[in-house]
């Protein structure tokens, strides 16, 4: 399981920061959020089981992508959301298979709202605060992950949430903590990559960063055991799906979103 996490990260680390790095001719960056963004959306719809119902599941996908692209041109996402709704609603009159159709519904837009919006938040974090600010959030992430994995694997006893992921312990919680706090506080150093903040915000937005990414964590937890299912997909070795390795980094995404916003802008 290491050796494939290991190698999964060797080339799926650089193909990240080479999309954040470089903005032209093109978002490179967008693009990976929108292959992304699709792909966990069709995870996301297999565990929940709208794919079987295509009609719904096609929407979905299609809203998703739409709102990604859309972080380039237009600022209303909140009427995107609601013609998705409507127009996803008067789809319903035309699907053949009615059997929990509005549940079938409510999870497509649920899919929608929980991968698409939170990916468009990445996305606009790197067109309006810059490549920086997303490095900021996708290594702090990375770093607490690592070091809670790391950790809750070597000396982890104390089961954190039990009910929803057996293997969390309040070890490699407190480890990610502290995994994303040293890699906040790097970004303070004078280098290529470097962010005007000091010790003690960089110490407050490293644990913010990692409390919400474990949150995001334990909610696409207590997803996949609500449908009885293991991993969101094998698309990453030792990692699973797509979703499986987002499920952290679009809530801490969110959450340096809502600090650039909100603290620094």
Not at 10 to 32: E, K, M, N, Q, R
Not at 68 to 89: E, G, K, M, N, W
Not at 218 to 231: C, I, N, T
Request: hydrophobic share 60%; proline share 3%; charged share 10%.
């Amino acid at each position: 399981m290491l050796k494939k996490r290991l190698i999964t990260a060797l080339w799926g680390i650089p193909l990240v920061i080479a999309a954040v790095w470089f903005d032209g001719p093109i978002s490179w960056f967008t693009l990976l959020a929108v292959a992304a963004g699709v792909l966990a959306g069709m995870e996301f719809y297999r565990i929940t089981g709208v794919m079987k119902n295509p009609p719904l599941a096609v929407f979905g996908l299609a809203a998703i992508l739409y709102i990604l692209v859309s972080a380039h041109y237009t600022d209303y996402q909140s009427f995107i959301l609601v013609t998705a709704a409507v127009c996803s609603l008067a789809l319903l009159l035309f699907v053949r298979r009615r059997e929990n159709v509005f549940m079938d519904w409510a999870l497509m837009l649920g899919g929608v709202l929980y991968i698409g919006f939170l990916l468009y938040l990445l996305v606009i974090l790197r067109l309006d605060a810059g490549r920086d600010w997303l490095f900021l959030a996708l290594f702090a992430t990375f770093g607490s992950d690592t070091l809670a994995y790391f950790v809750g694997k070597a000396i982890g006893r104390h089961k954190m949430a039990p009910a929803i992921s057996p293997g969390k312990t309040w070890e490699g919680a407190i480890a990610g903590l502290m995994g994303a706090v040293i890699v906040v506080l790097l970004f303070t150093l004078d280098a290529s990559i470097h962010l005007h903040l000091a010790c003690w915000q960089a110490v407050i937005l490293g644990l913010f960063i990692s409390v919400s990414g474990q949150i995001g964590d334990l909610v696409e937890s207590l997803l996949k055991r609500s449908f009885g299912v293991k991993d969101s997909g094998s698309i990453m070795p030792g990692h699973g799906g797509i979703l499986d390795r987002l499920d952290s980094v679009l809530f801490a995404g969110a959450a340096v979103y809502l600090y650039y916003f909100l603290v620094v802008v």
